[in-house]
T-cell receptor, first 111, second 116 residues
Framework: GENVEQHPSTLSVQEGDSAVIKCTYS??????FPWYKQELGKRPQLIID?????GEKKDQRIAVTLNKTAKHFSLHITETQPEDSAVYFC??????????FGSGTQLTVLP | GAGVSQSPSNKVTEKGKDVELRCDPI?????LYWYRQSLGQGLEFLIY????????KSGLPSDRFSAERTGGSVSTLTIQRTQQEDSAVYLC??????????????FGAGTRLSVL
């Protein structure tokens, strides 16, 4: 099955700086890579996703890049704000639709 | 419309008891997933239902865990003879379709299970 590694496990940035979270996956057949944000005590919510036929996707301050050859993808958050503080999970879809999640990154944006 | 609904939101049980967790997916969503999230950990896949197909049970950690989905809608996750290591948040998600179609998964708020 799929294996997803996520780094770093914790990340602290100053407000206004950029944050980058990286994930690698093992199954070259994976074709869909979503990112979820989970605030404390809340449900995971999709913030951005990318398909394997696209190299980059951007939505306002959030962008995701995908390198299929290297089997890694990254989340970029620019101009970070305190409300960006949360746990972020990457995931890769394999087989019949199941998602395999990374272990999560606790992002803290310091005011 | 309403999102994915899970009940109960919290469940405290004694070791050895059976528990049932319920998930009500978004109306019209044919795919339903169960995940487990231990404290400070990622999401661990448990089971996946797609339409009338046989479910993918490959993530269930032991035969004490089972799930069913009646009428292609509501799903129940049952844990028999609960153990302390079963304590976690159990998350349900649904998507419009499964397979290789675009299938954004929408999550419920979860059931926090505590086994004493």
């Amino acid at each position: 099955g799929e294996n997803v590694e996520q780094h770093p496990s914790t990340l602290s940035v100053q407000e206004g700086d950029s944050a980058v979270i990286k994930c690698t996956y093992s199954d070259s057949a994976s074709n869909y890579f979503p990112w979820y944000k989970q605030e404390l005590g809340k449900r995971p919510q999709l913030i951005i996703d990318i398909r394997s036929n696209v190299g980059e996707k951007k939505d306002q301050r959030i962008a995701v890049t995908l390198n299929k050859t290297a089997k890694h993808f990254s989340l970029h958050i620019t101009e970070t704000q305190p409300e960006d503080s949360a746990v972020y999970f990457c995931a890769a879809r394999w087989a019949l639709g199941q998602l395999t999640f990374g272990s999560g990154t606790q992002l803290t944006v310091l005011p | 419309g309403a999102g994915v609904s899970q009940s109960p939101s919290n469940k405290v049980t004694e070791k050895g008891k059976d528990v049932e967790l319920r998930c009500d997916p978004i109306s019209g969503h044919t795919a339903l997933y169960w995940y487990r999230q231990s404290l400070g950990q990622g999401l661990e896949f448990l089971i996946y239902f797609q339409g009338n197909s046989a479910p993918d049970k490959s993530g269930l950690p032991s035969d004490r865990f089972s799930a069913e989905r009646t009428g292609g809608s509501v799903s129940t996750l049952t844990i028999q003879r609960t153990q302390q290591e079963d304590s976690a948040v159990y998350l349900c998600a649904s998507s419009l379709a499964g397979g290789l179609a675009k299938n954004i998964q929408y999550f419920g708020a979860g059931t926090r299970l505590s086994v004493l």
